[in-house]
């Protein structure tokens, strides 16, 4: 019985040290989501399935053209990991953007909520901090 005991306060401890690990993540790179793996193909050839990424989330920094966001499109549950092909700019400083998939063929309006033509910066996950091809052997 000692034995089972041990082993079930070991696994509790390494669970505890993951969560702990990355809730530490989440205060560091302000992202709700520090860690991300691609699910599609849409962002090939910059990504495959199954690549990570590691993502930060500073809410001071501006959103450019031509980065890549990752965002969450309220209804669904997965994030997207898109590039912005478009900044729209109102007078009062608010900052809207269109995203798109690198290897798709039309913008993202059709992935946001009924509505929606633009995001903005309450819907960013996080932004590409770092990248570990992982997926497939066709990374070049």
């Known amino acids: 019985h000692q034995q089972l005991y041990y082993q079930v306060l070991n696994f509790a401890m390494i669970v505890s040290s993951a969560l702990m690990i990355w809730k530490g993540l989440i205060v560091i790179t302000g992202s709700e989501s520090p860690i991300v793996v691609v699910?599609?193909?849409?962002?090939?050839?910059?990504f495959h399935r199954g690549d990570l990424l590691f993502l930060t989330n500073f809410h001071d920094d501006p959103i450019r053209a031509g980065e890549i966001v990752v965002f969450k499109v309220e209804g669904r549950d997965i994030p997207i990991v898109h590039r912005v092909i478009k900044i729209h700019e109102k007078e009062n400083g608010n900052i809207k953007f269109l995203t798109k998939g690198d290897n798709n063929e039309v913008d993202d309006r059709g992935l946001y909520k009924e509505g929606q033509n633009w995001l903005e910066k309450k819907d960013v996950v996080g932004r590409i901090f770092a990248l570990c091809w992982y997926g497939n052997d066709n990374n070049e």
């Open 39 to 46: 699910l599609s193909g849409s962002m090939e050839p910059a």
